[in-house]
């Protein structure tokens, strides 16, 4: 069972340059789909098309079997800014979702405690963004992508912005998330490392036009672990692969 | 936090923050400086009223540059403004004031976040609309006053009118501003959240614009004392305006100083509240203000 597909999208932003050439892809139901590439190459592009966002230029996006047309709540999107609402408290934020659905109040309250303790932010209900740090603003746009029941989670460089310590326990909290409440997964990252410790699957992007370079499937179970010598092998041949697409941006 | 950028505006939250961590590592170091900040307020305040008491009483009983009526003593004024109190004729040119800003006021903003709303919605509109506001903006509002009477006459509608003329560009700016600039990844995080366009503008762009939209507020306010004051001196039977220029026929000093005190004590405490509202209705920013 197919829950997104790509058709031959392409994407030009200016006339006569493409970002995005002729792109066909199939996301299995479920699946965790890492886009890795170096910057330029589209991946971010592809995300916001798969939103609804963007539109592709040809081609068309399909998910769960009908055509995007634009942003719908099938569809959660983590941005890498976090992207809360600032006048909102971390609960208020997890409850925009139900709000817009017009569930009553006390199911909303009771939606947003228990997403917030998932993400394991319980006892911040009450706190504005400003107040909570780089990766507690991420956990909540987690909690809050989840609370809204998406069948397709989007995730664009979510854990780019945050210090590596932070990072692998996103990395893993994601992971644990993700094992107990299943979604179609795509996430865009430039880190090897991360994409391998996190996808099923990892589709390697080049560059100008942004296309798909290659699809490498990660034959290792969970949890992974980073030193081992399968994780390193495969970090050492994707490397490879990502060299070359920098190496013809020109600027290594 | 708000009352710590009152007692300490020229210093940012940054700033003071960072002088706080380097000045004081204990309480009691950080409550003496704020002693010593306010004992400095409170002597400003004291110097600027012995100065002119003193020159006033010099200039009375001891050397005599100016005739004495010119300038009299802060006390002379304060008797006034007692006099005036105790008669009800203070109170009824202020009320006469207030409630001219408050009309002007509520108008200006009401259709400075209206059309503003519209304008930073609306690319068209804001093509058609604003070279005609950028071409009136400039011309001080004051320019107009005679206009106002001949158009308006000299009761409450032209002096209504004028202060709402005037307030109107602040609201609209800043309202433009606001709702133009919203940062598009909120409206993308709504929008993959199921909020149709409608719900996008009342739960995402109306409330991301709402520091703008109150800065506006806030600056209308000020500048609609500062012209109902111009405006009671041309056409007035009543208002503070009136007294003060009322006052110069008569050559009456107390009085005009008195209607220039009171119009300053007014501005302040009218200040002071809308800062107090702002700081509330945005105490989600509270903590971020020193961040950066």
């Known amino acids: 069972m197919t829950s997104i597909r790509l058709e031959a999208v392409s994407k030009s932003y200016t006339p006569g340059s493409l970002a995005l050439e002729a792109v066909s892809l199939e996301l299995a139901e479920n699946s965790f789909t890492c886009l890795l590439g170096p910057s330029g190459c589209g991946k971010s592009t592809l995300l916001n098309m798969i939103a609804g966002f963007i539109e592709p230029t040809t081609g068309c996006v399909l998910v769960g079997g009908s055509e995007v047309t634009g942003a719908g709540a099938d569809r959660g999107v983590v941005f890498q800014e976090y992207a809360l609402f600032p006048w909102r408290t971390a609960a208020e934020n997890v409850e925009f979702g139900p709000m817009i659905r017009r569930l009553p109040r006390a199911e909303r309250h009771a939606t947003a405690s228990r997403y917030l303790s998932l993400v394991g932010l319980a006892g911040h209900e009450g706190k504005y963004p400003s107040e909570l740090s780089g990766g507690m603003k991420q956990r909540v746009a987690i909690a809050r992508a989840l609370a809204n029941h998406p069948s397709v989670l989007l995730m664009d460089e979510p854990f780019g912005a945050l210090d590596a310590q932070t990072r692998e326990v996103m990395q893993e909290e994601l992971l644990r998330i993700w094992q107990q409440d299943k979604k179609t997964v795509v996430f865009v990252t430039h880190s090897i490392s991360e994409s391998i410790f996190l996808a099923d699957r990892i589709v390697v992007m080049a560059t100008r036009p942004g296309t798909i370079k290659e699809i490498v499937d990660v034959p290792l179970g969970h949890p992974r672990e980073r030193s081992s010598p399968e994780f390193v092998a495969l970090e050492r041949e994707i490397k490879q692969l990502v060299r070359e697409e920098v190496a013809k941006l020109g600027i290594m | ?292």
């Open chain 2, 1 to 292: 936090m708000e009352a710590q950028a009152v007692e300490q505006p020229a210093a940012t939250p940054a700033r003071s923050r960072a002088l706080a961590a380097t000045r004081s590592p204990t309480h009691s170091h950080a409550g003496a400086g704020r002693a010593v900040s306010l004992l400095l307020r409170v002597a400003s305040l004291a110097l600027f009223f012995a100065v002119w008491w003193g020159v006033s009483l010099l200039n009375a009983h001891v050397i005599k540059f100016f005739n004495p009526v010119l300038l009299p003593s802060p006390a002379e004024v304060l008797a006034t403004g007692i006099k005036m109190a105790a008669s009800g004729e203070l109170l009824r040119h202020i009320v006469a004031s207030l409630s001219r800003v408050l009309w002007g006021f509520g108008i200006a903003a009401a259709l400075g976040v209206i059309a503003g709303t519209a304008l930073g919605r609306s690319r068209l509109l804001e093509h058609l609309v604003e070279p005609t506001i950028e071409m009136l903006r400039p011309i001080p509002p004051l320019a107009f006053l005679p206009m106002m009477v001949l158009w308006f006459g000299i009761g409450e509608a032209s002096k209504v009118a004028f202060i709402a003329y005037a307030a109107f560009f602040p609201v609209f700016t800043t309202t433009v501003e606001g709702i133009k600039y919203v940062d598009p990844v909120l409206v993308r995080a709504a929008a993959s959240l199921g909020a149709s366009d409608r719900q996008i503008f009342w739960h995402v762009i109306l409330p991301a614009a709402t520091p703008n939209i109150l800065t506006g507020l806030r600056l209308a306010f000020g500048l609609s004392f500062f012209v109902i004051v111009a405006a009671e001196f041309i056409a007035a039977d009543s208002g503070l305006g009136f007294l003060i220029n009322d006052a110069r026929t008569f050559f009456l000093v107390s009085n005009m100083l008195l209607g220039a005190a009171v119009i300053g004590i007014i501005g302040v405490v009218a200040n002071v509240g809308l800062r107090r509202l702002e700081s509330w209705l945005l105490r989600w920013r509270r903590e971020s203000r020193g961040r950066a």
